[in-house]
């Protein structure tokens, strides 16, 4: 019994994320992914057309794990500002997660720049639609009140994509955890003093 | 009876600049700056060492006319809002200006990329700075009421760098005006809704 060509393909990026992150992606060969899975090579070359291709779909399913994990954050929140804050919270984690992926797969990474940069783009257009989603959800809800969702979505969006860099790098999870509360508490509720509450 | 070193210096850049921007700068030679000036080769570097160290005094110059401006526009808005708004949306304008001084020089300027992104930098400190002392002198006053100045210094900063780019290419000055007069609203007031007024 033959098993279906998608779940094959499954265990194929399973198992090469396990060789990537192991040896490093430069010294890991189509050959030993094909070894590993005890198939032949041309059978692997039947799934996945090179080891560039490969990494690309390691990465893509990568993308996926970490969009589910923030969409299931931000649907559990029950407040629109606790949506807010989960998906910052979670966008950040899931970063710093993936920075940790690149430096398992210990590759000079520019060497992918174009394609890297495509997924980039696509979570950039991602991130701006989910935030725009939160805040339109907020305004349905009558919780929020906003001029421009478009505007306020990028700006969130460029703030957050801004501090990731030095986060990822320098910053503990409660840590980032303590400033994104400070953000979507700025977002939500702004810096004018005031003597009532919303 | 010799003109002081520095009123020299100041014409020098002057007469640099207009040719910079008349004819591009790579079709600008000292030879040309010299005869400009009615000097000698000889005399014009006794006071510029070559045509990029120019080009970087004239780049300086720009960006200390630019920061004037800035701070001019902050210090005649009355109230800490106010200042804010007056910040982003001279910001913003500088920014747009700034282009047209690139796209007037004509260059190549990625050459030039180790320097300009070392003015940059200088930029990006004096743009924290910058608005920290606003948020700071709204704090004393009494109007702002702000968990951690720093990191929302260094939000507002990261979300206008992220947006100057496209502004600068694609919107007129009302429209830049516009969204900055909701940006700076979004940052005072945030998007709760509420009945009561600050």
Known sequence: ????????????LTTAR????????????????AREM???????????SGKEDLFQAVLEKEAQIF????????????SPAEKLRAYGINRMKSIKDLANVFV???????????FIRRLR????????????????RGVADGAF????????????ATALK???????????????????DMLADLLVNGIARRECSP
Chains 1, 2 share one sequence.
């Open 1 to 12: 019994v033959s098993r279906p060509r998608q779940e094959i393909r499954e265990a194929i």
């Open 18 to 33: 396990k060789l990537f992150a192991r040896y490093g992606i430069s010294r890991v060969t189509m050959n030993e992914i």
């Open 38 to 48: 005890r198939m032949g090579k041309s059978s692997l070359y039947h799934y996945y």
């Open 67 to 78: 969009r589910s994990r923030i969409e299931a954050a931000v649907e559990e929140a029950s």
């Open 104 to 114: 398992a797969f210990r590759d000079d990474y520019l060497r992918h720049y174009a």
């Open 121 to 136: 783009e696509q979570y950039d257009r991602y991130e701006v639609e989910t935030v725009a989603g939160i805040l339109r």
């Open 145 to 156: 009140s906003i001029a421009s969702i478009e505007l306020t979505a990028v700006a969130v």
């Open 162 to 180: 801004g501090f990731e860099y030095d986060w990822a790098i320098s910053m503990t999870e409660e840590e980032i955890e303590r400033n994104l």
